[in-house]
């Protein structure tokens, strides 16, 4: 499943087999918790809090921005800590990376050597973060001021991020039950 969650973002198409069936799952509950999150009226409320020139750009704004609000606030949510989660998983993803497609393997080689989902917590890496992502769109965007931007909404939006995370694992704990 974790494999899977992971390969949410690179595998697309229709499952049609070509991965083991616990991968395929976890690539189906990434979807469904993306279609879940891209509806939602508090991540909606959340993308109107920053400036119209912002909007195009505000789902991958405020993706980024809950994950370092989640990273700020894990043991919230889990008894184990985010360090062990980062390690546990981007070991588990490098030391199955035969099974990923070349550029996810890739990506989960550097995100292990930079243990980057325990760095979310670091405004100089979420900041970082979105200075990458600038790059990898191909029209002019306004990505590198996405930080700046979100700043004086950070308590808001952890409002927002704290009535919405235990939605979404509700969401994701009955999507496993039914899946």
Known sequence: MRIGSFLGDYVKGRLVGN?????????????AIDAYTDHHRIVKQSQRRLSPEFRRYSGIIIDIVYDHL?????????????QEFSTSTLKELVENS????????YTARKMQQHNSLASYGEE???????????????????LRRAYSEALPHLEDLGVDFSNFYPEVMDFCDEWKKLH
């Open 124 to 142: 100089a890496f979420v900041r970082n973060s979105l200075d990458y992502l600038s790059t990898r769109l191909t029209r002019s965007n306004p």
């Open 70 to 82: 989640l990273a700020k606030t894990w043991r919230d949510y889990y008894p184990w800590t985010l």
């Open 19 to 31: 991965f083991d069936p616990g991968i395929e799952k976890g690539i189906r509950l990434h979807r």
């Open 98 to 105: 035969e099974l990923l497609p070349e550029t996810a393997a």
